[in-house]
């Protein structure tokens, strides 16, 4: 039982680092959005995995924030990750 409250801990920060980075977009400063999206990135990767489908519904964040300011490469490349969680995630399910 103790193991799992830093994960939920974690699994808060994550949503919380989420949360403000919404926020800061809304307030329409790119520069601390970002910030707290690869926070959030960075939180997940360490409690899950760079590889765990939780830090790719991270991830989809970060690159919905880049496509909607037009930073494309970045999108893409943050769109990349996301699907080599996906195809590992499916290769799982077809084994």
Known sequence: MSGEIPHILDSQTVAAFIGIGNQTDKDGDFSRAEMYYLKAVETSERVSGK?????????????????????????????????????????????
Do not use: P
């Open 51 to 95: 590889l765990h489908g939780e830090t790719g519904l991270v991830l989809i964040n970060l690159a919905k924030f880049y496509r909607k300011y037009g930073h494309y490469e970045q999108a893409m490349a943050v769109e990349h990750r996301i699907d080599t969680i996906t195809s590992l995630y499916l290769e799982d399910q077809c084994t």
